[in-house]
């Protein structure tokens, strides 16, 4: 213990302030314009405390891999703490996309930026590790599996700050180059060196300690999840790589860019979401065919639903279409199954609102797991509704003139120049309509800095409507009765950031420490309020229905 | 019965939704508006002036006069693919916004896919293996442990799941594991 205690004490301090060094320091003339944003102050932090959060986890499975304390004890510990991390990550994640959609002015969220990327790929794996840690706490499998995994996300998060850093992939955002990034190359490569040097040591210790039952288990549902997510991570690190690779090799300078992540791993995270109804459905060990195809019944008529109601509607997209109907399927999955831990306790004399919350407080890992999931599926039909069904228009206006695009009414009035000591602000007037009703009015504008004259910043109006924004950014100008805007119709762009929301609640849900305390809490002053006909007749019951659900 | 009426309401489910779209696969337009087909093409070629944006992001002035073209090409009855081919002749690959599609940049779009069914074959090797050694050793020790376990033993685990099933919540508490 004492080994383990020094070992966790010394990586945390040598490591973290490696971790920690790169947060951007701004000197000489102040901040670059695109960074003045509160979304640009708080996401960068967010990210490299992501990063720097996975080195405890890191620290706890290099510890346990020195000790050859190899049982399951240390991986409560690492699991909370990569929830921790992956939290933080998550926040971070969203908080960037937010901030690239409000400030950019591109009418998009995600680039798949190399440095995107990089904050991409240890959240990735962490998810991956999160989930096949369960088949090491319930079963005793995939040891080796999982310290790979927790190594993997370390160096990944290392990779990370090594990208941004250097400036060796172009990005949006190469704001800084120093020569600090060799040190970080240099202290990846230690990494990777000293942990599988240690990994194929202790690895006789590694054995699993049960078999394998079922391919239709819970385990193998987590084995194909780890699949997936660690086939993504895989080619979003082989395209973010692969310009350096076919420049050393061929000398040829090529762009790999989103059209290319999107044909690669978009279908693989529809097949992720799939897979996200079904595996929580599946036992542990192996299920029966009926119990599953009973339990499929709902989400499978959700997703048919799905399909059948969009065409009605006039969505003739076939992939949207596709995707739309899984990602119904898998809500109506998670969705059902909540209802049904609820039914159960309200059977026995909980109201329906208790019974929810009861069910959250008590099964905080399980339920706040779906939680998650449910802020995938929110995040992926966000995505998907705003990469399909994206309109777009350029337009050069003058007094008077209107531009019609999807259903919505643009007028444009002037142009209005505002100065100020720092620099000057110009803004577009305009007038929104929509079913003959004017709905209010907009001021796009652009903002110049006196000390970056050469840097202008978008200042972008984005009205949402339901779930559709409407984004409108102002070009460029011509006196001031000369407006060229171009205007964004983004559907379900809200459902982006409500997801990322609900996911952030789920991860806080299952890592929401104190369950103990609370017991202890109920037990003195909670079992005695309690009226006696709820205890009587739920016995073995409640247990055998609590033991479907499950 | 039931089993019956399910698989109906299976079959009638599925013939809904597969006349629905069939319905939508023929009547669909084969190709999208014009300024969807500009789009489209755009969101393939990245803007040489900027960091890391497409020429359908770019508000520069280049891009501009990109799409312009795009559009002029495309109403002058050009298919998207000339277009893009048009642009490689002059820019060269580098203004590809993801790599082509053959010779060496193959690689990009080949070793993450190949690698994940390789993946994936891996899996499904290992799966197969570690269960016919599951079932080899279910075999040889003969039958499944339930059957080894006699009836006071099962009724003291039972015993022991319920305790430990309402001390966890209450809701799980009866009225024999109170008198206990």
């Known amino acids: 213990?004492?080994?383990?205690?020094?070992?966790?004490?010394?990586?945390?301090?040598?490591?973290?302030?490696?971790?920690?060094?790169?947060?951007?320091?701004?000197?000489?003339?102040?901040?670059?314009?695109?960074?003045?944003?509160?979304?640009?102050?708080?996401?960068?932090?967010?990210?490299?405390?992501?990063?720097?959060?996975?080195?405890?986890?890191?620290?706890?499975?290099?510890?346990?891999?020195?000790?050859?304390?190899?049982?399951?004890?240390?991986?409560?510990a690492i699991r909370r703490w990569t929830l921790a991390a992956w939290s933080i990550q998550t926040l971070g994640l969203v908080l960037g996309a937010w901030w690239a959609y409000h400030v950019l002015g591109w009418g998009g969220y995600w680039g798949w930026d190399p440095v995107e990327n990089a904050a991409l790929l240890p959240w990735l794996t962490a998810t991956a590790f999160l989930h096949s840690t369960m088949v090491q706490e319930r079963r005793g499998m995939l040891k080796v599996w999982n310290l790979g995994l927790v190594i993997t996300s370390f160096a990944l998060s290392i990779f990370g700050t090594f990208e941004v850093r250097s400036g060796i992939i172009s990005s949006v955002h190469s704001f800084a180059y120093s020569n600090i990034g060799s040190y970080f190359l240099v202290f990846l490569g230690i990494v990777i060196v000293f942990c599988t040097g240690l990994f194929i040591y202790r690895l006789p210790k590694l054995r699993p300690e049960q078999e394998f039952d079922s391919v239709i288990s819970r385990e193998g549902s987590f084995l194909l999840n780890n699949l997936l997510l660690v086939g993504i991570t895989f080619a979003t690190l082989w395209g973010t790589l692969f310009p350096l690779i076919s420049n050393a090799v061929r000398h040829q300078t090529l762009t790999v860019g989103p059209p290319f992540y999107d044909q690669v791993n978009g279908p693989l995270f529809i097949v992720l979401i799939l897979a996200m109804g079904i595996g929580p459905l599946l036992a542990w060990r192996r299920t029966s065919t009926r119990a599953l195809r009973r339990n499929l019944g709902i989400p499978a008529l959700a997703a048919a639903a799905c399909a059948a109601v969009l065409p009605l509607a006039g969505i003739h997209d076939v992939w949207a279409n596709v995707a739309f109907a899984i990602c119904s399927f898998t809500a109506g999955a998670i969705l059902y199954e909540i209802w049904r831990g609820v039914h159960v306790r309200h059977r026995h004399g909980e109201p329906y609102p208790v019974a929810l919350y009861m069910l959250f407080e008590r099964y905080r890992q399980r339920y706040g797991g779906y939680l998650v999931h449910l802020g995938l599926v929110m995040l992926a039909v966000g995505v998907i509704g705003s990469q399909f069904f994206q309109v777009q228009q350029d337009a050069s206006l003058t007094p008077g003139h209107e531009m019609n695009i999807a259903g919505y009414k643009l007028v444009y009035f002037g142009n209005v120049d505002t100065k100020y000591s720092d620099g000057e602000i110009m803004t577009a007037q305009l007038q929104v309509w929509r079913d003959g009703e004017l709905q209010q009015y907009i001021y796009p504008g652009i903002q110049y800095y006196a000390k970056f004259a050469n840097q202008p910043v978008n200042l972008i109006p984005i009205t949402t409507y339901g779930l559709t924004d409407l984004y409108v950014v102002f070009e460029s100008w011509n006196g001031l009765s000369e407006a060229r805007i171009r205007v964004f119709v983004n559907p379900l762009v809200s459902l982006v950031w409500l997801g990322g929301l609900v996911m952030l609640l789920g991860g806080i849900t299952c890592w929401w420490p104190g369950r103990r305390k609370r017991r202890a809490v109920f037990t003195e002053t909670g079992v005695g309020q309690k009226p006696e006909a709820e205890r009587v007749g739920v016995g073995p019951q409640a247990a055998n229905n609590e033991e479907a659900a499950t | 019965m039931r089993k019956r009426r399910s698989l109906l309401l299976c079959i009638a489910v599925i013939a809904i939704v597969g006349s629905i779209w069939s319905y939508m696969l023929i009547t669909a337009p084969p190709q999208g508006t014009l300024d969807q087909r500009v789009h489209d093409v755009a969101s393939q070629l990245k803007c040489l002036v900027c960091q890391g944006e497409s020429v359908a992001d770019s508000p520069a002035t280049l891009s501009q006069q990109m799409?312009?073209?795009i559009r002029q090409q495309l109403q002058s009855g050009k298919s998207e693919q000339e277009v893009i081919q048009y642009f490689v002749s002059r820019y060269g690959d580098r203004i590809l916004w993801s790599p082509p599609w053959q010779g060496f940049t193959l690689l990009a779009w080949f070793v993450p896919i190949g690698l994940l069914l390789a993946g994936v074959l891996l899996l499904f090797f290992i799966l197969r293996n570690w269960q016919t050694q599951a079932n080899i050793k279910t075999r040889e020790h003969g039958a499944v442990e339930p059957e080894e376990m006699d009836a006071g033993e099962l009724a003291q685990y039972r015993q022991q799941l319920e305790k430990e099933l309402a001390a966890d919540d209450p809701i799980f508490a009866r009225p024999r594991t109170e008198a206990n």
Do not use: C, Q
Request: charge should be negative; aromatic fraction near 10%; glycine fraction near 8%.
């Open chain 1, 1 to 76: 213990m004492g080994i383990e205690i020094f070992f966790l004490m010394m990586l945390v301090t040598v490591s973290s302030p490696f971790v920690r060094l790169p947060v951007p320091l701004p000197d000489g003339v102040g901040l670059n314009p695109l960074l003045m944003d509160p979304g640009m102050l708080v996401h960068p932090p967010m990210l490299l405390m992501g990063y720097m959060s996975f080195s405890v986890p890191f620290a706890f499975a290099v510890a346990a891999m020195v000790t050859g304390k190899l049982d399951s004890e240390w991986l409560r």
């Open chain 2, 67 to 69: 799409r312009a073209l």
